[in-house]
């Protein structure tokens, strides 16, 4: 299989079922830098203007510093969950984005089809490396919250996490970072996130936000610009 067919069957698998960022998401901050899309990085390779980071070069950047509190995103940062999203949209909503603010949906995702969610080896090789150094590890979601949830257990099964924290839900505000409370109260230190929100969040609580790679068949739409405001961007992280 060609590379041009390959990214243009990446490009429309899910172009029916996407999810509108317009409904789940950030307050919108200027950019500062160019950025590039996963899409477009699997077209024309890593661009050097793009601060890069391994998962090695993470560890010797943390050497010789004590343990910490180091925060996730979930959803496209340590789980693909396009599945139960995709399932969503055309159980309540087939011709809208309006199941992204019906509590049935989030009752479903995060109390029945978060198993369907595939772990991503970066969030395997980043959890692994964080436990190995003695860090404490939470998870802080833009989700809605359900009065049940599966996800926590679901992350310790899946990561191998020793010391479980309970998953927060900070659901989302177009008008206020709902993680960045979160990520102060719990004196994070590193938060990982795919969205642009997700590494301001991290800035405005005096943490710094490292990006991970969308995957370029997420559901979740338009495919975020790494590299957009100077931050460091996960090698290979897409997977």
């Known amino acids: 299989m060609n590379k041009k067919f390959t990214l243009l069957a990446v490009s429309s698998l899910f172009a029916l079922s996407t999810i509108s960022t317009a409904a789940f998401a950030d307050p919108k901050v200027p ?15 890593q661009p050097k203007d793009v601060h890069w980071i391994s998962v090695k070069q993470i560890a010797e950047k943390l050497k010789g510093k004590p343990p910490m509190a180091v925060g996730f995103d979930i959803d496209d940062t340590v789980l693909f969950s396009t599945p139960g999203f995709y399932r969503g949209k055309q159980e309540f909503s087939p011709n809208s984005f309006s199941y992204l603010h019906e509590q049935k949906f989030w009752d479903k995702m995060n ?5 369907f969610s595939l772990p991503k080896q970066i969030g395997k090789e980043l959890i692994a490396m964080h436990q190995k ?5 939470y998870f802080i979601t833009g989700r809605t919250a359900s009065k049940c949830e599966i996800t926590t257990q679901y992350l ?11 998953v927060i839900f900070a659901g989302s505000s177009k008008t206020e970072f709902t993680k960045t ?3 102060k109260e719990n004196n994070i230190k590193l938060y990982y996130g795919d969205s642009d929100g997700d590494i301001i969040s991290a800035r405005k609580a005096g943490a710094e936000g490292i990006r991970i790679m969308r995957a370029a068949n997420s559901s979740n739409r338009p495919i975020a610009k790494n590299g957009v405001f100077g931050e460091e961007v996960v090698t290979n992280s897409q997977y």
Do not use: L
């Open 31 to 45: 950019a500062t830098d160019p950025g590039y899309s996963t899409i477009q990085i699997m077209e024309m390779g």
């Open 111 to 115: 109390c029945e089809w978060e198993k």
């Open 133 to 137: 150094r003695g860090d404490q590890i």
């Open 156 to 166: 310790k099964d899946v990561f191998g996490i020793k010391n479980m924290h309970k």
């Open 181 to 183: 409370p979160y990520i």
